[in-house]
């Protein structure tokens, strides 16, 4: 998609012989820096993707978008972002199906501590109909950088990337 770095993601599907595009996904406007499709991550027919730029709220303070597949029609379930944003905190700089929960990476979230970092974990209902609006966060002391990666241990979410960098800036 035009512009730099705007991003986009293409879905693929074999027929049986040979690949075909199925769906260009983007965010909710297509913007130059959003980063769209930085992170992503499938179950079944659900796709979490991450823009940690993207113009949602403050600006370039990143988000998560949900896409659901039925059939060959992709659609925009929701957008996915905290309510207390701050520009640069780069939400969606990585995503994670966790059990019934997202996981969306903010690295540079920084709300009470110095650059800690934050992982928000959105509720997702059976069938996707709706998602919490407000997350769960976890957040790590200041001076340690979190969620850079996200990821699962059995049905919890753990930010893996809060006990891989602890040092101080």
């Known amino acids: 998609i035009g512009g ?10 074999h027929d049986g012989q040979s690949w075909e595009t199925e769906a260009t996904l983007t965010g909710d406007t297509p913007q130059a820096l959003s980063w769209f499709g930085y ?4 179950v079944g027919s659900t796709l979490l993707v991450g823009a940690y730029s993207a ?12 896409f659901e597949r039925d059939g060959a029609q992709w659609t925009r379930r929701a957008t996915l972002a905290p309510s207390d944003l701050q520009p640069g905190d780069q939400v969606g700089f990585a995503v ?7 996981s ?21 209902p059976i069938g996707l109909p709706q998602v919490t609006r407000q ?13 850079f990666t ?6 919890a979410p753990l930010s893996r990337a809060a006990t891989l960098m602890a040092t101080g800036p």
């Not at 994670?96 to 997202?102: C, K, P, Q």
């Not at 996200?150 to 049905?155: H, L, Q, R, T």
């Open 135 to 147: 997350p769960s966060s976890l957040r790590v002391a200041g001076g340690a950088r979190a969620s």
């Open 4 to 13: 730099q770095a705007v991003g986009a993601v293409y879905v693929y599907r």
């Open 150 to 155: 996200v990821a699962a241990v059995g049905s």
């Open 96 to 102: 994670a199906f966790v059990g019934r929960s997202l």
């Open 104 to 124: 969306i990476g903010a690295p540079y979230e920084d709300e009470g501590v110095d650059g800690g970092g934050a992982g928000y974990f959105f509720d997702v």
């Open 39 to 42: 992170s992503t991550e499938m």
């Open 55 to 66: 113009d949602v709220g403050p600006v370039r303070s990143g988000a998560a978008y949900l």
